[in-house]
């Protein structure tokens, strides 16, 4: 099968799961990323981001270099903030006039058609994961259908979190691959919107419509899964949940939980993780997490996934600035031991690629009994 060679920019440790993961990108062949030369990545490999392991990949700072290599750009959302029209949108426009291949996982700002021009001169495409439904279809469907939820046959897994960007995908990436391994039928719905490009779904980018009344969303999320189910027959269902399960702050309120609500409400899963901030935690807090999930979501934690972050409580309460600070993956594996004993809940690193097997081989003896 030919590969197309990718170039991804803007790099940082947003993206650094999927480089880890890029075998189940059965169509690209990664072959160089690229930063701004002030994010202190250049000449280090990619896996440096995050604190994680090596990917292979030296991060280069010199973007019109790398498009010698490829024959697609990948245009990707970072956790660092960027200037769209100074930084992004050049770019773009310079690999499309070099004739390279645009995928675009970040928003364009309103530059879609422009751009869509620009690649059709140039005899290239524009690959845009942007959430495209039609809404008067899915509410004529909501008046036609019969109102009852659908129940599942097939084990659903749900990965879930404190907060956003902490391994929560890393996880939905690992649980994939370990589950194939061992010789299951997988299907998945993501936490991100171009997971298509990794061989299953993307979160529903009806779950953020406007338009869409809020127990209408939690029907057809119903309806959404019932109908892979019934498609793809498998043997387990990986469900990643986008954001955060409640406020960590009052300047940080991940959207108060209300997501996780819906999705709950349309989904009772047969396992759960939960991904945890790196901390010093004591047994009050797990209790307290533990009685959330259950009478306010429904679901039961069955283990904990700590990823190797802390959250600057300083930044965050004088300044209203979300940031958080991270560790070598090897500090994680120190706390994790400690917090299992001390809390009774088996907690995993999301990095550690032995620990992220022992992760999925709990939760499938936990499903068997």
């Given at each position: 099968m030919h590969k197309e060679r990718v170039v991804v920019y803007p790099y940082d440790a947003k993206f650094a799961t999927v480089l880890r993961h890029r075998k189940l990108c059965e169509t690209l062949d990664f072959v160089g990323v690229a930063s701004p030369s002030g994010w202190g990545l250049t000449g280090k490999d990619a896996g440096f981001s995050d604190y994680g392991s090596?990917?292979?990949?030296?991060?280069?700072n010199r973007f019109e270099h790398l498009l010698d290599l490829c024959d697609t750009v990948w245009f990707v959302q970072s956790e660092t903030q960027i200037d769209f029209e100074k930084l992004i949108y050049p770019k773009i426009a310079?690999?499309?006039?070099?004739?390279?291949?645009?995928?675009?996982?970040?928003?364009?700002k309103g530059k879609e058609r422009g751009l869509k021009e620009l690649c059709i001169k140039h005899n290239v495409y524009l690959r845009y994961f942007k959430s495209t439904f039609n809404l008067d279809e899915l509410k004529d469907n909501m008046k036609s259908r019969r109102i009852q939820f659908n129940k599942f046959e097939t084990p659903i897994i749900a990965v879930s979190?404190?907060?956003?960007g902490i391994h929560k995908f890393e996880i939905q990436l690992a649980l994939r691959e370990h589950l194939a391994n061992m010789g299951y039928r997988v299907s998945q719905?993501?936490?991100?919107?171009?997971?298509?490009?990794?061989?299953?779904?993307?979160?529903?980018?009806?779950?953020?419509?406007?338009?869409?009344?809020e127990s209408d969303k939690v029907l057809l999320f119903n309806d959404y899964i019932k109908k892979i189910e019934l498609e793809e027959v498998p043997d387990i269902i990986?469900?990643?949940?986008?954001?955060?399960?409640?406020?960590v702050h009052e300047n940080s309120t991940d959207g108060f939980g209300i997501l996780h609500y819906e999705v709950f409400q349309a989904v009772t899963p047969d396992a759960a993780i939960l991904s945890i901030l790196y901390s010093t935690y004591n047994e009050d807090f797990f209790d307290k997490l533990y009685n959330i999930a259950k009478y306010r979501f429904g679901f039961e934690i069955d283990c904990c996934s700590m990823a190797n972050k802390f959250l600057d409580w300083v930044e965050l309460s004088n300044y209203g600035i979300?940031?958080?600070c991270a560790m070598s993956s090897s500090s994680v594996d120190s706390a994790k031991l400690e917090y299992s004993e001390k809390n009774n809940i088996p907690t995993f690193n999301p990095l550690n690629g032995d620990d992220t097997y022992k992760l999925t081989s709990y939760l499938v003896d936990k499903l068997a009994q």
């Amino acid at each position: 099968m030919h590969k197309e060679r990718v170039v991804v920019y803007p790099y940082d440790a947003k993206f650094a799961t999927v480089l880890r993961h890029r075998k189940l990108c059965e169509t690209l062949d990664f072959v160089g990323v690229a930063s701004p030369s002030g994010w202190g990545l250049t000449g280090k490999d990619a896996g440096f981001s995050d604190y994680g392991s090596d990917t292979g990949l030296i991060v280069e700072n010199r973007f019109e270099h790398l498009l010698d290599l490829c024959d697609t750009v990948w245009f990707v959302q970072s956790e660092t903030q960027i200037d769209f029209e100074k930084l992004i949108y050049p770019k773009i426009a310079q690999a499309i006039q070099s004739r390279k291949n645009i995928i675009c996982s970040l928003d364009l700002k309103g530059k879609e058609r422009g751009l869509k021009e620009l690649c059709i001169k140039h005899n290239v495409y524009l690959r845009y994961f942007k959430s495209t439904f039609n809404l008067d279809e899915l509410k004529d469907n909501m008046k036609s259908r019969r109102i009852q939820f659908n129940k599942f046959e097939t084990p659903i897994i749900a990965v879930s979190g404190c907060a956003e960007g902490i391994h929560k995908f890393e996880i939905q990436l690992a649980l994939r691959e370990h589950l194939a391994n061992m010789g299951y039928r997988v299907s998945q719905i993501g936490s991100r919107n171009y997971c298509e490009l990794l061989g299953f779904h993307s979160f529903p980018g009806f779950m953020y419509e406007c338009g869409i009344s809020e127990s209408d969303k939690v029907l057809l999320f119903n309806d959404y899964i019932k109908k892979i189910e019934l498609e793809e027959v498998p043997d387990i269902i990986i469900l990643g949940v986008p954001g955060g399960i409640m406020p960590v702050h009052e300047n940080s309120t991940d959207g108060f939980g209300i997501l996780h609500y819906e999705v709950f409400q349309a989904v009772t899963p047969d396992a759960a993780i939960l991904s945890i901030l790196y901390s010093t935690y004591n047994e009050d807090f797990f209790d307290k997490l533990y009685n959330i999930a259950k009478y306010r979501f429904g679901f039961e934690i069955d283990c904990c996934s700590m990823a190797n972050k802390f959250l600057d409580w300083v930044e965050l309460s004088n300044y209203g600035i979300e940031s958080y600070c991270a560790m070598s993956s090897s500090s994680v594996d120190s706390a994790k031991l400690e917090y299992s004993e001390k809390n009774n809940i088996p907690t995993f690193n999301p990095l550690n690629g032995d620990d992220t097997y022992k992760l999925t081989s709990y939760l499938v003896d936990k499903l068997a009994q």
